[in-house]
């Protein structure tokens, strides 16, 4: 059974910094896609960021420039670095994990991040 488990999330002044972490546990395979989403009060889930297998990156232009996506595959972690926050970054960041064959979809229980004027 594959579980996330995120950390690092908190209170955060604007302009200030946060790393989230996102540790898989089980068979996660060789072949994934490990990203990180958010989701604010009254908004749809969007996506921040994903970096694969090969650590090819994706990211939202709203956070471009600003964030920056790794992983240690010798972990199965993946990492998400926040710099240069804004208030608007503020939301519920949720770790996703989709594995190939499948594929199949998985996601943490989510860690808030706050970021106050």
């Known amino acids: 059974q594959v579980q996330l488990v995120e950390s690092g999330g908190g209170l955060v002044q604007a302009g200030g910094s946060l790393r989230l972490s996102c540790a898989a546990s089980?068979?996660?395979?060789?072949?994934?896609?490990m990203g990180w989403y958010r989701q604010a009060p009254g908004k749809q889930r969007e996506l921040v960021a994903t970096i694969n297998t090969g650590a090819g990156t994706n990211y939202a232009d709203s956070v471009k420039g600003r964030f920056t996506i790794s992983r240690d595959n010798a972990k199965n972690t993946v990492y998400l670095q926040m710099n240069s926050l804004q208030p608007e970054d503020t939301a519920v960041y949720l770790c996703?994990?989709?594995?190939?064959?499948?594929?199949?979809?998985?996601w943490g229980q989510g860690t808030q991040v706050t970021v106050s004027l």
């Open positions: 996703n994990l989709l594995t190939f064959p499948g594929p199949r979809n998985y």
């Open positions: 089980g068979s996660i395979g060789s072949l994934n896609v």
